[in-house]
């Protein structure tokens, strides 16, 4: 199915500080989808790099295939995607890192499944042998609690490198919360979906920036940005903790009407009163973390700031 030339393709590539891979990646990418359909571009959301990359990325803009969007600074990978997908206009957008860990050949297969009527292609990791036992557990711990509290299947493997049908595309430009947690927001949009295996490249250069604080983070903002499962944990913890002490006051009540009342203990005091306190702690904690989400949902910034755009006919 390669011969049919009358689709359009973008593909959006996020980079930061990827200046010792760019260059060759885009000369890598280029013919790829070249051979797909003549009809292609290629976009760079430059997220803030520090180093020579939007200079080395300026070299290819040629006004037709290769363009540029120039954040204003660092936005994380999942913002840069968006501004990407906001920007592409092709009937199909595919994205993909710039560090050649997802494999080219992939984007052949890619578009034939898609011009079978799959709208939504993604890639699903075969081997994860590179990370460490900590993060493959937590992992999958994540993603038990997102599918079973969801009832939303968010394949586990399965990361940004996709391709979308103009469809997709359409539905995420038409969710309007700043907190893009792209891995929920694929699946919940639904559509014909199919995964497909790739093996994961070793990263060409540079290195990546994913340490373990930072994906705990991504996925407590993940797990509230869709599911409320965590206050309805607190909710059953305090009926919980108030059935017991009411027993305990029973309990208490029994004991001193027909043994008479011994010295009371008072460790029972300071570990009930540290328990309850550790535990209305936590609670706030985690209607902390629900109240954050509002407050920057509310204050509707924009989702990313653009410097500079390269290469784009239109002017915004
Ligand atoms: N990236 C980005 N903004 C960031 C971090 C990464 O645009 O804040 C880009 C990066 O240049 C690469 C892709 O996102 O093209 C994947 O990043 P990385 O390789 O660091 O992540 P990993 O492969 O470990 O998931
Ligand atoms: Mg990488």
New binding site residues.
Partial sequence: MTDNTSFSLSCV????N?GPVIAEFLEALQPRLQEITPNYEIIVVD?GSQDNTVQLVENYCDGQHIKLIELSR?F??ET?LTAGIDAAESDAVILI???F?HPLDMLQVFVDHWRQGYQMVYGVRQSRHSESYLKKKGAQFFYQIMHHSTGINVPAHA?DFRLMDRVVVEALKSMPERNRFMKGIYAWVGYKTIGLPFEVQD?KAGE???GFAKLASLAISGITAFTTLPLRIVGGLGLLISMVSMLYAFFIIFKTLFLGAPLPGWPTVVVAITFIGGIQLLSLWVLGEYISGIFNEVKQRPKYLIQRQLGFNKKQ
Avoid: H, M
Avoid at 13 to 16: D, G, I, N
């Fill in positions: 590539v996020p980079v930061f990827e997220d660092n994380g990978k840069a890192d710039a560090d860990q990361g990263r990546s920036g994913w």
